[in-house]
């Protein structure tokens, strides 16, 4: 049997790995936001970085719940990708309310990064009309996810 690919083994990449690359995204996100969040321009929308951190963050918290309700590695990479509303629909099949419940703005918060973070929009620029969303809501979202998920994958958060 072949072994499997470097981020498809499950002995490599586990659900408390996941949790905790996800706490260090989210809190890698509020450092730049301290940094660069309070210059100019930045009253609102936070800065694109901040906001592909927070992407990064509640898609690896939404990978480790998934992975830890058992779902195989492999399936998450290629089923899933970088989609926040695929994932998240699929952790709320699995029980993901019994933990972390969003409210539909909390939701339409995700959807609005999700529209720009799974399009790569966030890492690469694309000129035109875009719609953000505000920062506040955004930040209290992907803390709920966050701190919400990683205990439940084995990974308690930092004080």
Do not use: C, W
Not at 46 to 51: E, K, L, R, S, T
Not at 75 to 93: Q, T, V, W
Not at 113 to 121: E, V
């Amino acid at each position: 049997m072949a072994k499997p690919s470097l981020h498809e083994d499950p002995e490599r990449t586990t659900s408390i790995g996941m949790a905790r690359y996800a706490i260090d995204f989210f809190e890698a996100a509020l450092a730049a936001d301290d940094k660069l969040g309070d210059k100019p321009g930045y009253e609102i929308m936070a800065p694109i970085p901040v906001m592909f951190l927070v992407g990064q963050a509640i898609e690896l918290a939404l990978k480790a719940f998934l992975l830890k309700k058992g779902l195989e590695l492999r399936r998450l990479r290629h089923n899933y990708g970088h989609d926040l509303h695929r994932s998240l629909r699929k952790a709320k099949e699995l029980g993901l309310a019994d933990v972390v419940a969003l409210s539909i703005e909390e939701e339409g918060v995700l959807a609005l990064l999700d529209a720009l973070y799974s399009t790569k929009q966030l890492q690469y620029i694309v000129t035109g009309a875009k719609t953000f969303p505000v920062f506040g809501p955004l930040e209290a979202v992907g803390r709920k996810l966050v701190y919400g998920i990683a205990p439940v994958a084995g990974y308690p958060p930092r004080g």
